[in-house]
């Protein structure tokens, strides 16, 4: 707009200009025309110039005027609950170790018979067991049994805890065994010992005489496990030989300790009112200076019928002086 109003002014001054030039001869009055117009002509110039610095000027952005002063902000602190980690698994180990049983393997019931089986499990990992966690039927006979069963009571780790269970043998004759597991409360099953066993309950439903074809025996022995201390003095090495006898019902059972070097000792005798576990323990001395061979102590049950069991390996004497 503002270069409009200059062209135009400057057009009338030059037609102006010509005009006067050609009507008379120059004047003192023609030279002041000229001079108007030239200074007219200069003004513009100068009014551009100042226009130009003001547009320039009118876009420019002030600098914004920063407050160096910082205002602190509050900082929101998570709130702590007590609610456990869904990933739980990853801060502790679960793990079990078999401590004891009722109802022991082989047992003999009469068909529709209701037990009670309880096994004593300790708390070998590092997890803290409580009511979430399970035990749960596994494979087998269930045997009237629950599918799962919430723990009965808390088991810091070191802990033991009994898990009973009530179960009604079948009304068929046999042997019957079910299987059982224990679970986390994010799902992991795992059983007892370094290979992760599972729980068992084995029974045989007859009238545990021979005449039923489906009992292979009366009542007698069903199992024997060892526990081997040692005590060590100046001179000698002394073992202590701890047998476990398993009866799967009323028995008298007579039994012989052998040994490795012959000394044995025969006719030793339990008797068993009920399905239980009895102890029979044993002493053995060598001096330290004896033969490095290896011992073993052996159980054999003569009564009620001939039955031998497993060796179990004494441990190495004890260091010289």
Not at 291 to 319: G, H, M
Request: hydrophobic content about 40%; aromatic content about 10%.
């Amino acid at each position: 707009m503002f270069d409009l109003h200059l062209k135009k002014s400057l057009i009338i001054l030059s037609v102006l200009a010509v005009f006067m030039s050609a009507c008379s001869p120059a004047t003192e009055e023609q030279a002041n025309i000229s001079t108007a117009v030239a200074q007219t002509v200069q003004a513009q110039n100068s009014l551009t110039k100042v226009a130009g610095m003001s547009v320039i000027t009118s876009t420019m952005t002030p600098e914004a005027n920063f407050d160096t002063t910082m205002t602190p902000q509050a900082l929101s602190t998570p709130a702590i609950t007590n609610t456990p980690l869904s990933g739980a698994v990853e801060f502790c180990t679960a793990n079990a170790a078999f401590v004891g049983e009722t109802v022991p393997d082989g047992t003999i019931l009469e068909p529709g018979a209701t037990f009670t089986k309880v096994w004593r499990i300790q708390n070998d990992g590092t997890c803290a067991w409580d009511s979430t966690w399970q035990l749960i039927f596994y494979s087998g006979e269930i045997m009237g049994g629950s599918a799962t069963y919430n723990f009965p009571q808390p088991a810091q780790p070191g802990q033991t805890v009994e898990m009973p269970i009530i179960l009604t043998a079948p009304q068929l004759g046999g042997s019957y065994t079910g299987e059982w597991m224990l679970k986390s409360p994010w799902g992991m099953a795992f059983g007892v010992g370094q290979s992760s066993a599972p729980l068992s309950v084995s029974i045989v439903v007859g009238s545990a005489t021979p005449q039923n074809n489906r009992t292979a025996t009366v009542f007698g022995v069903t199992a024997v496990d060892y526990e081997v201390s040692v005590r060590c003095t100046d001179a000698n090495t002394f073992y202590t030989i701890t047998a476990f006898i398993t009866s799967n019902g009323p028995a008298e059972v007579t039994f012989t300790w052998v040994q490795s070097d012959g000394n044995n000792q025969r006719n030793n005798q339990l008797k068993f009112l009920e399905a239980t576990t009895k102890s029979a323990a044993r002493e053995w001395s060598q001096h330290r200076d004896s033969s490095p061979n290896p011992r073993w102590a052996q159980v054999i049950v003569t009564s009620p019928a001939y039955q031998e069991f497993d060796k179990v390996v004494l441990p190495d004497l004890c260091p010289g002086e």
